[in-house]
């Protein structure tokens, strides 16, 4: 039996708890937020706003960080130094200097299991495709296109102030919305050669990062990567991904993988959806959050480390470098 808190009680929080309280092998002993009034989250955990506090009295296994992007390295320092096992929602850090240093605490304690949330891995469309390029019989991919088309109104950073602030966030639509796409695009594609983008604010919202993104990535491969990311639509659509292979065109559209051929579709897998308005997070949390816990039990790491959110801020460090160069930035 793992002693687990989670520390942070926004609305990520809200997909983690759930799992974690159905788990069997898992004890939820302690929860913290600055905000009192959240400890209704989960009633019959220990409540703290202190998380050195909350790590000294609980003495947890393992702690799920759910906070602000600012606090996910300086928490999860603390807690690797206190040999506390950690799985830590995206994204990694603010930027890739400090992804880097939290990369190292993985080196500096190795002991410490250090999981981070890359979910979308783990849906069904994302497990097949994956299944059908590695299996070769189709070729090289030559291409890879994604499209978030999410919205987020004004309210959205209003109520959170700090998604609003670079120092605080990191970034915008990329970090926050989209990375978990830029890391498929990265997992589709191979190891990238450069990347050239730009960034913008379609909205008038008077916030410090973009809620407007594009890139052209190139592959070392000779592939090419289109990507093109905003939260200035009306709804929240589904995330689509289109990868050319040499002999084949697969698109993820609407939470399916399709397999396209003379512009006819043949379906291949459809993902586990997570039911309400959150449905575009996916349902591949309490996949991921199981296997977490699977690999604890018998000292493994085969979910994401901390190594692997690496590449997705590098990712975006470089379109942003590239928006205000106007030249293709080098990974």
Request: aromatic fraction near 8%.
């Amino acid at each position: 039996m793992k002693r687990v808190a989670v520390i942070g009680l926004g609305e990520i929080a809200k997909i983690h708890l759930p799992i974690l309280l159905e788990m069997e092998q898992v004890e939820l002993c302690a929860i913290c937020d600055l905000k009192e009034e959240r400890q209704t989250l989960a009633p019959d955990a220990a409540f703290y706003t202190d998380y050195k506090e909350l790590f000294a009295k609980e003495k947890p296994d393992c702690v799920h960080l759910c906070l602000p992007h600012w606090l996910h390295y300086p928490v999860a320092k603390d807690a690797a130094e206190a040999g506390i096992d950690i799985f830590c929602e995206k994204p990694l850090a603010l930027n890739a200097a400090q992804a880097e240093k939290f990369a190292d605490l993985e080196k500096k304690h190795p002991d410490v299991h250090i999981g981070l949330c890359l979910q979308n891995r783990y849906n069904e469309t994302t497990e097949e495709l994956l299944r059908i390029i590695q299996s070769g019989l189709e070729g090289t991919v030559t291409s890879v296109k994604a499209n978030v088309v999410w919205a987020r109104p004004k309210a959205y950073y209003d109520a959170e102030p700090w998604r609003g602030k670079m120092d605080t966030a990191g970034g915008g639509v990329m970090i926050n919305q989209s990375i978990h796409t830029l890391d498929l695009m990265a997992l589709f594609g191979g190891e990238i050669e450069s990347i050239r983008g730009n960034i913008c604010q379609l909205l008038d919202y008077g916030i410090e990062v973009e809620d407007t993104a594009t890139a052209h990535i190139v592959y070392k491969s000779g592939a090419v990567g289109t990507f093109f990311a905003t939260v200035s639509h009306s709804v929240n659509t589904n995330v689509e991904i289109a990868v050319e292979l040499q002999k084949g065109s697969y698109l993820i559209q609407d939470n399916k993988l399709w397999k396209v051929v003379g512009g006819e579709k043949t379906l291949l897998a459809e993902d586990s959806r997570l039911p309400g308005a959150k449905f575009y997070y996916g349902a591949g949390h309490a996949k991921l959050i199981h296997l977490f816990y699977q690999d604890l039990e018998t000292d493994c790491r085969h979910y994401p480390c901390a190594t692997d959110g690496v590449l997705s801020m590098k990712m975006i460090d470089a379109v942003r470098a590239s928006s205000q160069s106007g030249k293709a930035e080098l990974l």
